[in-house]
């Protein structure tokens, strides 16, 4: 009773405190608390927006990619066969090709890169990715992680019927590029990543692919790193906090809306991922992944597989020697 007494009359104490008051103290104390309150909701929000990666270890697939070349300089593709080139020819179906990791046992665990060749996987904390670790065994990197296969490009040139070049002077340039949009006529084409059909996620409509990005390099020049999908999202909430996103994940990519066009490309193509020279085998690395930083990197994803098409197209490089 004795306690109840003295807390009673401490509340009635601090009441006349608060009364007695000068009004511009009273509004500057409700002015601090309101500020207060404020820098907590912003500082929750910054955390839901900050939000990425799995919260478990997940294993979407990658259950098939076509790859086709076709173009200006009669562009042809060839499979890797770990001494050069196999045969060229229009298209190349990965799943057939030749690779020391079927593509239907690869999996998709996220990961992250600065430059598309290094990968990192993520550290846990709880429900957090608080640091990051490289990956340095290349078979657990490209059974766990990362898709990767090579293979050749070839832009021949123009021959008459004796086997000769049509075009005397030295050997032409070109540029080579990802389609863009579905071409009229053609049963596939065009570029894309897209969930396969059957699959789904635990949340309907979402799917890993709006957060896999795929990257091409070819020795001496930059690694370019296409992200399709760049404008649509998952809808699920359960992922794992990501402390690391300032750091990783940052590159620059080509990006591709739904409708199929690249952002900034010509005639909603990609922009230049490499050059190669007339009549060369033109090694070409590509890795495919899902990237841990992506904000559709979501617990919706688990178990995901994905199929995707991949065309490249060939410009000739005007003057270039």
């Not at 003295?6 to 405190?17: S, W």
């Not at 927006?49 to 990619?65: H, Q, R």
């Not at 990192?120 to 990767?148: F, R, S």
Request: glycine share 10%; proline share 3%.
């Amino acid at each position: 009773m004795e306690k109840r007494e003295k807390a009673v009359t401490g509340k009635l104490k601090e009441k006349r405190k608060t009364d007695n008051m000068a009004p511009e103290e009273g509004k500057e104390k409700q002015g601090l608390k309101a500020r207060l309150l404020m820098c907590l909701l912003y500082i929750a929000v910054l955390s839901t927006a900050t939000y990425a990666w799995f919260t478990m270890n997940n294993k979407p697939k990658v259950l098939n990619l076509a790859l086709s070349a076709a173009a200006a300089g009669d562009l042809l593709i060839a499979d890797d066969l770990g001494g050069g080139p196999g045969e060229y020819d229009e298209e190349l179906d990965l799943k057939e090709a030749t690779q020391k990791f079927p593509m239907e046992e690869v999996l998709l665990n996220p990961v992250t890169t600065a430059d598309g060749q290094t990968f990192y996987a993520p550290v846990y904390t709880g429900k957090a990715v608080t640091d990051v670790k490289e990956i340095t065994d290349l078979d657990e990197l490209n059974q766990q992680y990362v898709y990767e296969k090579t293979f050749y490009l070839k832009a021949g040139s123009l021959k008459n019927s004796r086997g000769d070049r049509v075009t005397k002077g030295a050997m032409k340039k070109y540029e080579i590029m990802l389609l863009g949009p579905e071409q009229d006529g053609e049963e596939i084409s065009g570029c894309s990543i897209r969930q396969a059909d059957g699959a789904a996620g635990t949340v309907p409509g979402d799917t890993a692919a709006n957060s896999i990005r795929v990257s091409f390099e070819v020795e001496g020049q930059d690694i370019v790193i296409w992200e399709p999908n760049s404008n649509r999202h998952n809808g699920d909430t359960e992922k794992a906090i990501d402390h690391v996103r300032g750091t990783y994940g940052t590159y620059e990519t080509l990006q591709q809306t739904d409708d199929g066009s690249f952002v900034g490309g010509e005639d909603g193509n990609s922009e230049k991922l490499f050059v190669i020279e007339e009549e060369q085998d033109v090694k070409v690395t590509m890795r495919v992944w899902m990237e841990g930083t992506d904000e559709d990197c979501t617990n919706s994803n688990e178990l995901d597989e994905i199929v995707g098409n991949i065309q490249f197209i060939s410009s000739e490089v005007k003057g270039g020697r």
